[in-house]
């Protein structure tokens, strides 16, 4: 599936060394998965995790799934193995934690194939504020929120509003897409058996522009997926505004009427972006 314009709806941490895990997510309906050799991995479990996790990317059984993988920091002591060891293991893009700067990101360009699309963490204060130059930077094809690093790094409270990261949060949004095709995915929920409150944060998150969330759970994909999918009045609204407007067009004017709303191109322009995405959705659900 084409990595530019498929769903990422729900991206599901794994650990990397846990082998039930690794083996449950084959089945599990999530857009993408992120293979963690990172914050999920203790240190003395690390160099184990790099071998669970390089047998299970080249069994592979992962269908359309994004094969995601984050390694640990190239400043750490782990970070040079973990991609020698998984560069050719069948990852569909490198996911970089700890990033404060474009010049992080050079770091692992230079160790990767030019084609391998490169995520970055959004995780330090410094990243959201370097947040354009680094979306802009020509490897990178993705900006994950790490929300509970930056909400250690800020030293603010949890809220369920999350009002104090909603600078970092929009700032993200933006930096990815004042930058075309740069996907943006929101935090994790950390109460995961709470469904109601992760709806709420979806649904927040969803708002804000984000195009899907973190997951550390298999019962969080659900609601997630539905949260960040169309819904039916929505597509059935933007069916709807697309006719309108065709209509207006051929009868020589440049504005339409919908449900008591003025319909201009670029309402359209969002209208097809709606129903592109559930085709998108669709084509991933099509086994
Ligand atoms: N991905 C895939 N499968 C998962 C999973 C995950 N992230 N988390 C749990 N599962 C599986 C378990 O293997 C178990 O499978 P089984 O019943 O078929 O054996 C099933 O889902 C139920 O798991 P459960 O017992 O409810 O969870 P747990 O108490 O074992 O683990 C966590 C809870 C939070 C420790 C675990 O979900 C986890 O490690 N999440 C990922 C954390 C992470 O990656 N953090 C880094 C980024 S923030
Ligand atoms: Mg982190």
Not at 69 to 83: H, K, M, P, Y
Not at 212 to 217: A, C, E, S, V
Request: charged share 25%; aromatic share 6%.
């Amino acid at each position: 599936m084409d990595l530019a314009t498929r769903p990422y709806r729900s991206v599901l941490y794994i650990p990397g060394s846990k082998t039930r895990a690794l083996e449950k997510a084959r089945s599990l309906q999530t857009d993408a998965i992120i293979f963690d050799l990172e914050d999920a991995v203790a240190p003395e479990a690390k160099a184990e995790a790099r071998e669970t996790l390089k047998e299970a990317l080249q069994q592979d059984g992962y269908g359309k799934r994004a094969k995601i993988v984050r390694i640990n920091a190239l400043t750490s002591q782990w970070g040079f193995e973990d991609v020698r060891v998984l560069r050719d293991a069948g990852a569909d893009i490198f996911l970089l934690p700890k990033v404060n700067t474009p010049t992080d990101v050079d770091a692992l360009a230079d160790l990767l194939d030019p084609g391998m699309p490169i995520w970055v963490m959004m995780e330090t204060p410094t990243c959201v504020f370097n947040a354009p130059e680094i979306a802009a930077h020509h490897r990178v094809a993705g900006l994950v929120t790490g929300t509970n690093d930056l909400t250690k790094d800020l030293g603010c409270r949890y809220r369920p509003d999350r009002l104090p990261l909603m600078t970092a949060l929009q700032r993200i949004v933006m930096a990815a897409r004042a930058t075309r095709g740069v996907v943006a995915i929101d935090g994790v929920y950390n109460r995961f058996r709470d469904g109601d409150g992760l709806k709420a944060e979806c649904e927040q998150g969803r708002d804000l522009g984000f195009d899907g969330k973190t997951l550390i759970h298999p019962m969080q994909i659900d609601v997630t997926n539905t949260a960040f999918a169309p819904s039916a009045s929505e597509v059935d609204l933007a069916r709807r505004q697309i006719a309108a407007f065709e209509d207006s067009q051929a009868s020589g004017q440049g504005i339409a009427v919908v449900d008591g709303q003025i319909v201009e191109n670029l309402h359209v322009v969002a209208a097809k972006r709606t129903l592109a995405k559930v085709d998108a959705i669709a084509q991933m659900a099509a086994e």
